[in-house]
């Protein structure tokens, strides 16, 4: 059945002028060419000289009092046209216009009353007469600034209320966190930015001083409970935190109440005066458990660090590692002469290569794919090279994979570290910076134990060097911390793509706890500590709090937006094996000392003299050879008396001793 004609032009029209279509329309319509713009302001000049005409007329008396009357318009309207071009008023994008705009027109039509009232008082002064009234110049200016402007904020609010990519009902109710500029800047670009994200809908002011007035349009609320029971009161979904002058405290409090209201928390960092509101706006991102880290900025010693670094030559092994790759973005900052970065691993190794090809530096970069287990190629390279720094984090750390394969912890992390130590000797390098764990202390497994019997050797060396008071000798320098968030292989990566999948979240132990610290953070601190060293020292940093990973794997699961055992279980799967519930970083008989840096100390390590090392250590690597992975861990565990196996199959070498 054909639906009628005229029912069919109805639907049509309807079509073409809804609400959607015509957001549409509007969306895909380019800016108007200038030629338009001008024509526009040319009509609203028009307006608003009759509109003053008639005024005038109305009241008795002449706007224009010259004979001239045609050349007097025509100089009006050139006049006017001359300022536009001067002060570019029609080069703005209406839908765009802004304080600027508004200023521009201010002093164009400012500069045409100040130029036809110096011709009027020069007629009168020539002619001795006025050419025109200079109360309706006035006005006539006035009217044209008012016309000219309010045409501008009519088509901006016309975009910004009916012809927005989103509706309002897509929109994120947010309230900022803030009343300072650094808030209002945030709120400016939020405004502006396309496609939209968020639909501001107050300002919060934590000192509940502005409780009467607004900012933006938009009202400073009053918290006197809890954010979220004003957030709910406002209906809002989320905070974006922008108050800088918040204490890390202050702001995890923030953060803990929202996400136990399932609330989104999304953070800015601080805006600088030069940023544009595009890259503000870029840069307001859901908050990051990198950000929940109870932890101050670390500050560094510069100065001591491109002492150590500038115009060196600087080698990197396991630089394609998340240690290793962040070690090389940070060496470049210090301006070395040339770096050389190791891995093993071709592909990540290829893809930092791209990185640092993207990166404007004067150092001179050398990519080597190399085996630190090799000694003639690792010979070769340091032949080649001559570096007078090594940064040293090649190493196997899955503790799992480490406890099923002994001897390949003892080729990576003992003979491999041993054939960099030992030509670093040979090729007079100036300081060896020795990445560790704090699995190293009092090991329960085997890649703690292969990373502890590492730091002894690269200590006896140092050791050997002093009783031989070679004041040339390389400098040996070790240091340990515990757990990188977002390490290749760590927890956070895990529970990130365990969250996309749907869960569950999988944890060892209910009670299990780690120190952790950003990638960033670790190297800069191995940075400190290597300019710092003068050879045999353990640095071990300061880590913060303890973090429980089931309160990590439940804030996790609400910044994503979910509810910890209702959308996401968590399962408890029991601990895997070399596993510790706490990590420390020091031995039972161990002690610390504090050094200049409040986040790095001294961990005073009994040393072993070289000889009697070296021999256990060469038999550990012929054992190794052989695969025999009891004698292996047997042998470990003389090397180092406190290693004691957990949750293992070794612990029974434990129960023989």
């Given at each position: ?39 526009i ?10 509109f003053?005409?008639l005024?005038?007329?109305g ?19 050139g ?18 216009s802004?304080?600027i ?24 002064i ?34 910004e ?20 500029a ?65 204490s ?8 803990d ?7 989104k928390?999304y ?25 929940l ?12 660090i ?31 002469k ?7 691993a071709?592909?990540?190794?290829h ?13 001179k ?22 570096p ?21 912890a ?21 300081k ?6 704090d ?33 040339h ?56 500590a ?53 990590e ?27 000889e ?8 550990l690597?012929r054992?190794a ?19 004691k196996?957990?949750?293992s199959?070794?612990?029974?070498l434990?129960?023989?001793?």
């Open positions: 059945m054909s639906i009628p004609v005229n029912k069919r032009a109805a639907q049509f029209v309807s079509d073409v002028f809804s609400k959607t279509n015509l957001r549409l329309n509007m969306h895909n319509l380019g800016y108007l060419p200038r030629w338009i713009i001008v024509c302001d040319l009509m609203v000049l028009l307006l608003s000289f009759f003053t005409f005024l005038f007329r009241t008795g008396l002449d706007y224009i009092t010259t004979p001239h009357t045609i050349i007097f318009i025509s100089s009006f309207f006049i006017n046209l001359f300022f536009f071009w001067l002060f570019r008023t029609y080069s703005g994008i209406i839908r765009h802004s304080n705009d508004a200023v521009k027109l201010l002093f164009s039509q400012s500069a045409v009353l100040i130029v036809f009232l110096a011709f009027n008082f020069l007629h009168e020539i002619l001795g007469s006025k050419a025109f009234l200079n109360t309706a110049i006035f006005i006539n200016i006035v009217l044209s600034f008012c016309g000219l402007f309010l045409y501008r904020v009519v088509v901006k609010q016309t975009f209320l009916y012809f927005s990519e989103k509706s309002n009902s897509e929109l994120i109710r947010t309230v900022i966190y803030g009343t300072d650094n808030a209002i800047s945030v709120a400016n670009a939020l405004k502006f930015e396309t496609p939209s994200r968020f639909k501001i809908v107050g300002f919060v002011d934590k000192k509940n001083k502005n409780a009467s007035k607004r900012m933006l349009d938009l009202p400073i609320l009053v918290q006197k409970k809890k954010l979220p029971a004003l957030m709910r009161s406002v209906a809002a979904e989320g905070v974006i935190i922008a108050d800088k002058g918040l890390k405290d202050e702001q995890l409090i923030i953060v109440q929202c996400l136990e209201y399932n609330y928390v953070t800015v960092p601080l805006i600088s005066d030069w940023e544009n509101q595009k890259e503000i706006s870029q840069k307001v991102k859901t908050i990051q458990i990198e950000d880290l109870e932890r101050k900025p670390i500050l560094l010693d510069n100065k001591s491109s002492n150590q670094l500038k115009g060196k030559v600087i080698l990197i092994s396991g630089a394609a590692g998340s240690i290793g790759s962040e070690i090389v973005r940070q060496v470049l900052l210090f301006d070395p040339k770096i050389i970065i190791l891995d093993q071709e592909t990540p190794l893809h930092l290569k791209l990185e640092t090809d993207s990166i404007i530096t004067r150092a970069i050398r990519t080597v794919i190399g085996d630190i287990r090799n000694l003639e190629a690792m010979d070769r390279l340091f032949s080649s090279y001559k007078e720094v090594v940064f040293h984090a090649a190493a196997y750390k899955h503790v799992p994979l480490m406890e099923e394969n002994p001897c390949q003892i080729f990576t992390n003992i003979k491999g570290t041993k054939n960099l130590a030992d030509l670093a000797c040979l090729y007079g390098v100036e060896f910076v020795m990445v560790s764990t699995k190293a202390v009092n090991p329960s497994n085997v890649m703690g134990a292969s990373k502890r019997i590492a730091e002894k050797y690269v200590q006896s060396l140092q050791l050997k060097d002093q009783k031989e008071k070679d004041s000798a390389t400098k040996f320098i070790t240091t340990r911390f515990g757990n990188v968030l977002g390490s290749n292989g760590s927890v956070v990566p895990l529970f990130t793509k365990q969250i996309a999948e749907g869960g569950p979240l999988t944890i060892t132990h209910i009670d299990i706890i780690r120190y952790f610290m950003t990638i960033p953070e670790a190297c800069q601190l191995v940075l400190e290597g300019a710092m060293g003068n050879g045999g020292e353990i640095y071990i940093f300061d880590m913060g709090k303890p973090v429980k990973i089931i309160d990590l794997a439940r804030k996790m699961i609400k910044l994503a937006g979910f509810i910890p055992d209702k959308d996401i279980k968590i399962d408890i799967v029991g601990l895997r094996p070399g596993e510790k519930l706490y420390e970083l020091l031995n039972d008989t161990s002690k610390s000392i504090p050094t200049h840096h409040a986040k790095i100390m001294i961990a005073q390590e009994i040393q072993e003299e070289f009697g090392l070296h021999t256990d250590i060469n038999e690597i054992l050879d052989l695969f025999a992975n009891d004698a292996i861990v047997t042998q470990m565990k003389k090397i180092v008396p406190e290693f196996s957990m949750n199959a070794y612990e029974m434990d129960q023989k001793d």
